[in-house]
């Protein structure tokens, strides 16, 4: 018997029982959506975070105060209180051939205030290579001017958010403004950055790092952004920051070097579980869809025992009928797996359409899986009915009563 | 050929035996034309299912066309059913969903005989059996008399040497099961032996040989057209 008189036969069958087979082609497709759909929820965060971390800048090094003994997990969110890191740290940095350049990055809030108009805003104190590593664009005027970080010149460059908040269309070059008690001179206006956690930076006001240290009363660094001269140089960089920081501090590793990859890879691998953990509570409903095979073939293969019978009578052997029930459990989650694809993707496509911005993508490996998954599904669970019918002994089976 | 030596058949039924077939021998040549009657009960349609290779006996043996059959696998007595047996069931038993030309292209199927050659032998037995107007009719959309016509075109499909008919006409009335027998002992005139269970005497007196079965025993064989 050949394959498609095989799937042929099961066909038919099937098509003979269009409700009972309709109902369960439905659950099938509906566990299968909900596996690729799920799927594409974690794996459309994960690439979120990523992309966002890609949006960081290149060749990015992270330089955080105190230890962080978890290696390559995520960045410590509060740390100890070790020896601070000062501007001098961060300068120190740079004899490194390894490391092209070094922001030092000051973190505060404070009331940020023009004419009658005042907003409490993130405050970033650091120095023009700031710009340069995250690769900010200018929508007017200039970046910080460079030269000696230690001079805390009382100038100011707004996020797009924050201008438009105590400016409105007042242009806003030149003007003087209020952070705490200080007076300000606004030299640029950052353009809205599209990605790289850009929703802060939009509300955010840049000032040099020693106006901040000032400002915030401190002289420690929250971090050091470090950017490596080359890709293939950053495991050195790491190890010349080590290196300089612990000579600087007294022979003591008190800091935490993370590099990009590091942080991408740890969030990239929690949610890749988490996506698999969500994927794994999908599957439950494939399971669900399984049993409905197996309770529709029972039901099939007690309607059908003279069937069975007659196609041992006609030679099919015990292999033979298992495996031509087998085949329609193969056909019923074949079908149906098939349906939850074209289910699934026009799902994606018409939020897609809609609301583009949910940027909702089916993993590509989801597809394959969720089908092999469900085909596997109908199998383990025709099997069952498919003995039974195998078993079934065709001079009771064809006894006329 | 068929040589059914000490062939026994007994049936467990609420912890007490039922000899539903107790030392038959019974030799078969090929060709013969042969009728089994007797009361119900008496083993007709069990000694047919072990003639068939749908049951197998507790003791004794049953050699057809020179092969042991009793000791062959399932796998094996499959094929042997399928190249070797054609039934005709007093119920017909056609699969209701399929067409008339697709019933009788089933033991083909199973037998992985490719579709152009089936097409081409079913139209031929469809046309043998004045069936041709009625290939794509479902069983349900035919009368009695045509399924059995179809249930027999299906048996001999793979063009069979022994014929096994249990009670054919049973649900026939007389002018369909007229043309039933008439159809099988036109088939038996052209080679394949042919076994034919029934109730009615008439029909039963038609046959060359003709064996009278009584509690599993059998009781009178009119014997082969050589010694009788
Ligand atoms: N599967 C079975 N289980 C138990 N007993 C059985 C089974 N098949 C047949 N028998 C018994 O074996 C005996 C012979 O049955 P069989 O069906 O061969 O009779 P029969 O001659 O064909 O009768 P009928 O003319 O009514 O068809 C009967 O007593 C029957 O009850
Ligand atoms: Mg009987």
């Known amino acids: 018997m050949t394959i498609r008189d095989r799937f042929g036969f099961a066909f038919q069958a099937l098509a003979a029982y269009p409700l009972r087979t309709g109902l369960t082609l439905l659950a099938m497709a509906m566990a299968t959506a909900a596996v690729i759909l799920l799927t594409a929820l974690g794996d459309s965060a994960r690439h979120y975070v990523v992309d966002r971390f890609a949006g960081l800048g290149t060749n990015l090094l992270v330089v955080l105060p105190g230890r962080n003994e978890t290696r390559g997990g995520p960045p410590p969110l509060l740390g100890e209180t070790p020896r601070d890191l000062t501007l001098d740290d961060a300068l120190a940095l740079l004899r490194s051939s390894a490391i092209e350049s070094v922001a030092p990055v000051v973190v505060g809030s404070a009331p940020v205030q023009y004419g009658s108009r005042s907003r409490e805003s993130n405050i970033i104190g650091t120095t023009a290579s700031f710009f340069e590593i995250r690769r900010l664009q200018m929508a007017q005027g200039r970046y910080l001017p460079g030269g000696d970080p230690h001079r805390g010149r009382p100038v100011v460059v707004l996020g797009k958010t924050i201008k438009q908040e105590l400016f409105r269309e007042e242009p806003a070059l030149g003007r003087w403004l209020r952070i705490a008690d200080r007076r300000f001179r606004v030299i640029g206006i950052l353009q809205s950055s599209g990605h790289a956690l850009g929703e802060e930076l939009d509300k955010i006001a840049v000032i040099p790092v020693t106006s901040a240290q000032v400002l915030f009363n401190t002289p420690g660094l929250f971090r050091i952004l470090v950017q490596a001269t080359r890709r293939d140089v950053i495991a050195r960089a790491k190890q010349a920051i080590e290196t300089i920081i612990q000579t600087r501090h007294g022979g003591e590793n008190d800091i935490t070097v993370l590099t990009q990859d590091a942080i991408l890879l740890a969030f990239d691998r929690i949610l890749r579980s988490l996506t698999l953990a969500v994927a794994g509570i999908a599957a439950i409903s494939l399971i669900v869809a399984g049993i409905l095979i197996m309770n529709v073939m029972l039901i099939s293969v007690a309607q059908r025992t003279a069937e069975i019978g007659l196609l041992k009578a006609l030679g099919a052997s015990t292999a033979k009928v298992l495996q031509l029930f087998l085949a329609e459990a193969l056909v019923l989650s074949i079908l149906g797996a098939g349906c939850g694809l074209a289910l699934a993707l026009s799902t994606l496509a018409v939020l897609d359409r809609f609301w583009p911005a949910v940027k909702l993508q089916a993993a590509p490996w989801s597809l394959p899986a969720a089908v092999v998954i469900a085909m596997g599904t109908g199998l383990l669970f025709g099997l069952l009915p498919a003995r039974r019918a195998a078993r079934l002994d065709p001079v009771i089976a064809l006894h006329p009563h | ?228």
């Open chain 2, 1 to 228: 050929m068929i040589e059914l030596t000490g062939i026994e058949r007994t049936f467990w039924v609420g912890g007490e035996p039922v000899h539903a077939l107790r030392t038959i021998n019974l030799t078969i040549a090929g060709g013969e034309y042969l009728s089994v009657m007797g009361p119900s009960g008496s083993g007709k349609s069990t000694l047919l299912n072990i003639l068939g290779l749908l049951d197998r006996p507790n003791r004794g043996c049953y050699r057809l066309d020179g092969v042991e059959t009793t000791a062959l696998d399932e796998e094996a007595r499959a094929l042997m059913r399928q190249q070797k047996i054609g039934f005709v069931f007093q119920v017909f038993h056609l699969i209701p969903r399929l067409s008339a030309a697709e019933n009788i292209a089933l033991p083909m199927m199973l037998a992985g005989i490719p579709a152009s050659q089936r097409r081409r032998r079913v139209k031929e037995l469809l046309a043998r059996f004045s069936l041709s107007d009625r290939a794509r009719h479902r069983p349900a959309e035919l009368s009695g008399g045509q399924q059995q016509r179809v249930a027999i075109a299906r048996a001999i499909a793979m063009q069979p040497s022994l014929i096994l008919a249990d009670e054919p006409t049973g649900n026939l009335d007389h002018a369909s099961g007229r043309e039933v027998i008439d159809v099988l002992e036109t088939l038996n005139r052209q080679g394949p032996t042919l076994i034919l269970v029934t109730h009615d005497q008439e029909l039963g007196a038609r046959a060359r040989r003709r064996i009278e079965m009584r509690d599993g025993e059998i009781l009178v064989d009119t014997g082969s057209d050589d010694n009788s």
